[in-house]
């Protein structure tokens, strides 16, 4: 199993930046890839962004492609979020999750990853 543990939300205004965490413990060797999910109230949860574990390649929703980034450090095994220019829309509880499945995958799916985190809240108000 892989633990997974979100850090870095709170309350911001908008314009402004931050940079959420995902720290992995547990069977960390598993994972194939870790991305993250918002859900705001009364929305379903949505894809944000993913990150290939080994070759540390990028994916994003349309949404947020122009103002985000994923990164990874495989060697710490955490995984950042980094927000810019955060608007109203982005207030949501923030999740990572990770695919330890080998082969193909349906990468913006929730039920293509096998480990969630617990969420953290982040709030933007203009």
């Known amino acids: 199993q892989v633990q997974l543990v979100e850090s870095g939300g709170g309350f911001f205004e908008a314009g402004e930046s931050l940079r959420l965490s995902c720290a992995a413990s547990?069977?960390?060797?598993?994972?194939?890839?870790v991305a993250w999910f918002r859900q705001a109230p009364g929305k379903e949860r949505e894809f944000v962004a993913r990150?290939?574990?080994?070759?540390?390649?990028?994916s994003y929703s349309d949404s947020v492609k122009d103002r985000f980034a994923i990164s990874r450090d495989s060697d710490k095994n955490l995984v950042y979020l980094q927000m810019n220019s955060l608007t109203r829309e982005d207030t949501a509880v923030y999740y990572c999750?990770?695919?330890?499945?080998?082969?193909?995958?349906?990468?913006?799916?929730?039920?293509?990853?096998?480990?969630w985190g617990q969420g953290t809240q982040v709030t933007v108000s203009s």
């Open positions: 990150i290939t574990w080994t070759a540390g390649r990028p």
């Open positions: 999750a990770t695919r330890t499945r080998a082969g193909w995958y349906d990468f913006v799916r929730l039920d293509s990853y096998d480990y």
């Open positions: 547990g069977q960390t060797y598993m994972i194939d890839a």
